[in-house]
């Protein structure tokens, strides 16, 4: 099928000339027949990556738990929304949804909606989650109205992005086209970029060579609008930082880094999130915007280290091994380490105030 989708966009480049990097993230990982994320399901050890949820239950209790405390502090309103973007397999609301039968009125007013796009992942998810009665859709603008509750996590980093490249003291968007042998090849557009310069302004003179990252912005400016018109609070959790310059797309196949151009429909394209950005968008539409605070520190005021002392009560010295391995990896701050790779970041309505796990001055002003 990789060979199919490769035709497919080399003959779209043949024909109109290079395209922009959106465009080809779009089209490897969505394509409506050959995209990545409509083939197959590419989680756990058998697939190209494993993200928490996977690696232990207590990841998606705490989200959880979290969500519980959140509707309360939004007045418990009944019904509302229980929207996860990108849900995988269905093992956080899964696990989410168990944790959070300590309080029974919010299973009773939540509504769950996936927004999901493959057909090999609803499926996953059908399994997981049929007791719950989901409705999926393709987009979040197509969830009913009504105050939500929304968790995104790795979601926003396999949205399509534009690169820009600093050369010869001008922007010029980088492409994917053609070379000489008729192979897919990165290059540069002849003509500097008008859109570059005000994104580049606060982040301070760029070096030659520099590359400044754009995300596409219509999920995230539908997920604050959402928010700020209709109620509640999202939680994005992502691998990301808090703005600045560097090429971040990466490629993952078999757990493995590969070439992004190589095999288009076979690897997952991501970029690092742009939190500082993610959080424009919520200021513009309306909404609050807090964090981003590291993933360990935000587990970890949610409670990991008490539940992983819990789960390893009673166990032999093997399941506490792994627990305590599992709470490390989900938690850890060292270099490479997903509790400071990953970050979190709330968008809350405007009549709320600071959401749970997070305090007033870490609100983004």
Do not use: C
């Not at 997920?223 to 600045?244: F, K, N, S, T």
């Not at 690897?267 to 360990?296: C, E, I, M, N």
């Amino acid at each position: 099928m990789s060979g199919a989708l490769e035709a497919e966009i080399r003959g779209q480049i043949a024909a109109g000339g290079p395209m922009p990097l959106r465009r080809f993230m779009a089209l490897a990982l969505g394509h409506p027949k050959y995209g990545y994320y409509i083939t197959r399901d590419p989680l756990g050890a058998a697939g190209d990556f494993v993200t928490a949820p996977e690696i232990s239950q207590m990841f998606g209790e705490l989200i959880g738990l979290w969500a519980v405390a959140q509707w309360q502090a939004m007045g418990a309103p009944s019904p509302f929304r229980l929207v996860e973007l990108g849900p995988g397999r269905g093992t956080l609301m899964a696990d989410a949804l168990r944790a959070a039968r300590v309080m029974p009125d919010f299973a009773a007013a939540a509504r769950l909606h996936l927004v999901e796009t493959s057909p090999a992942l609803r499926a996953a998810q059908a399994r997981a989650l049929g007791v719950a009665t989901p409705q999926w859709h393709d987009r979040l603008e197509d969830v009913p109205d009504g105050p939500a509750i929304v968790v995104a996590n790795e979601f926003f980093d396999a949205i399509p992005i534009d690169q820009f490249v600093f050369q010869g003291g001008r922007w010029h968007e980088r492409r994917v086209g053609l070379d000489d042998a008729g192979a897919l090849a990165f290059g540069l557009h002849p003509m500097p970029s008008p859109e570059a310069a005000p994104l580049a302004a606060p982040l301070g003179p760029p070096a030659e060579g520099a590359v400044l990252e754009r995300m596409e912005p219509g999920p995230a400016q539908a997920l604050a609008r959402r928010i700020a018109g209709q109620g509640g609070a999202a939680l994005v959790i992502d691998y990301g930082h808090g703005g600045g310059y560097g090429d971040t797309l990466q490629a993952l196949k078999a757990h493995r880094f590969v070439d992004p151009l190589a095999d288009p429909g076979e690897a997952d394209l991501t970029a690092h999130v742009d939190f500082s950005a993610l959080a424009r968008l919520a200021r513009a539409a309306g909404a609050r915007a807090f964090g981003p605070l590291g993933q360990g520190a935000f587990l970890l005021r949610l409670g990991l280290a008490q539940r992983a002392e819990r789960l390893k009560a009673g166990k032999d010295a093997a399941a506490q091994a792994a627990v305590e391995a599992a709470e490390l990896r989900l938690a850890g701050t060292q270099e490479g380490q997903m509790g400071a790779l990953f970050k979190a970041m709330v968008i809350a309505h405007e009549g709320l105030g600071a959401p749970v796990a997070f305090d007033a001055a870490e609100e983004v002003r």
